[in-house]
């Protein structure tokens, strides 16, 4: 059966931005899913439900999902829907997110338990409902995933992605000056090479469904061996990140 790969797209994207994947994974079907959740307790349903869908369809699913797409993913889905993942600028804490965007805001925990939610200057609304919730339900994960992550990510620090690759024995690639949107040319360039650099190393598979080559006990959450030497910055497990 055929491999099917499904686009997550990020906050403000759409399902139509799965066509620029089609070049980069030209042996598979590429969907984009047109989700319209906007909590992990609605995409519990919808996310599930339509991979369910498409898993019957295919021999093996790879997601691709994008910054909240990755989030809503990590909280709805399991690794008898997903074979393997590609996470782009993914929100793998949200609990710290909506910390961090508590403090940007200047919002306690008593006010914001007592108000609901909060409208902030910075276009977010802050939800009791929503904290709450991602702290009942901690992710868990074990689905085989490599993460591209930009070094200048706003909205999630080295040291939350790092720890994320880590628990997760996930791949991390940084890219030395990447913002959390991929869209500048060079930008995509990167993205676009950390992706096909798949293909070269994926002659022998695993046991977790990567090829052999680039996940050899020692790579995990570093750059892909693929990728031309110093274009990436690897962090090997184990040691503290230096940026």
Request: glycine share 8%; aromatic share 10%.
């Given at each position: 059966?055929?491999?099917?790969?499904?686009?997550?797209?990020?906050?403000?994207?759409?399902?139509?931005?799965?066509?620029?994947?089609?070049?980069?994974?030209?042996?598979?079907?590429?969907?984009?899913?047109?989700?319209?959740?906007?909590?992990?307790?609605?995409?519990?349903?919808?996310f599930s439900g339509f991979f369910t869908?498409?898993?019957?369809?295919?021999?093996?699913?790879?997601?691709?999902?994008?910054?909240?797409?990755?989030?809503?993913s990590l909280s709805s889905l399991n690794?008898?829907?997903?074979?393997?993942?590609?996470?782009?600028?993914?929100?793998?804490?949200?609990?710290?997110?909506?910390?961090?965007?508590?403090?940007?805001?200047?919002?306690?925990?008593?006010?914001?338990?007592?108000?609901?939610?909060?409208?902030?200057?910075?276009?977010?609304?802050?939800?009791?409902k929503y904290l709450c919730y991602v702290?009942?339900?901690?992710?868990?994960?074990?689905?085989?995933?490599?993460?591209?992550?930009?070094?200048?990510?706003?909205?999630?620090?080295?040291?939350?992605?790092?720890?994320?690759?880590?628990?997760?024995?996930?791949?991390?690639?940084?890219?030395?000056?990447?913002?959390?949107?991929?869209?500048?040319?060079?930008?995509?360039?990167?993205?676009?090479?950390?992706?096909?650099?798949?293909?070269?190393?994926?002659?022998?598979?695993?046991?977790?469904?990567?090829?052999?080559?680039?996940?050899?006990?020692?790579?995990?959450?570093?750059?892909?061996?693929?990728?031309?030497?110093?274009?990436?910055?690897?962090?090997?497990?184990?040691?503290?990140?230096?940026?």
């Open positions: 059966m055929e491999e099917i790969v499904v686009y997550v797209h990020g906050k403000g994207g759409s399902a139509q931005e799965a066509e620029h994947y089609k070049a980069l994974f030209p042996d598979c079907v590429v969907i984009g899913f047109d989700y319209h959740a906007q909590s992990p307790w609605e995409a519990t349903e919808e869908a498409v898993r019957k369809r295919c021999g093996k699913l790879t997601l691709v999902a994008n910054s909240i797409g990755a989030f809503l690794e008898k829907l997903v074979d393997t993942a590609y996470f782009i600028s993914p929100v793998v804490d949200m609990e710290q997110l909506i910390c961090n965007m508590m403090q940007w805001a200047d919002v306690s925990e008593a006010e914001l338990a007592e108000k609901q939610e909060i409208s902030t200057t910075f276009g977010e609304t802050l939800s009791w702290r009942e339900h901690p992710v868990s994960w074990k689905i085989p995933t490599r993460i591209l992550y930009g070094e200048k990510d706003a909205l999630t620090s080295m040291e939350t992605i790092k720890a994320f690759a880590e628990k997760n024995n996930a791949e991390l690639t940084v890219m030395p000056g990447g913002e959390h949107w991929f869209h500048t040319k060079e930008q995509m360039q990167f993205l676009d090479h950390w992706i096909k650099n798949r293909r070269p190393c994926n002659e022998t598979e695993n046991k977790d469904g990567f090829a052999s080559p680039a996940y050899s006990s020692g790579t995990r959450a570093g750059s892909l061996p693929c990728l031309q030497q110093g274009s990436a910055v690897r962090i090997p497990l184990g040691q503290k990140a230096g940026v």
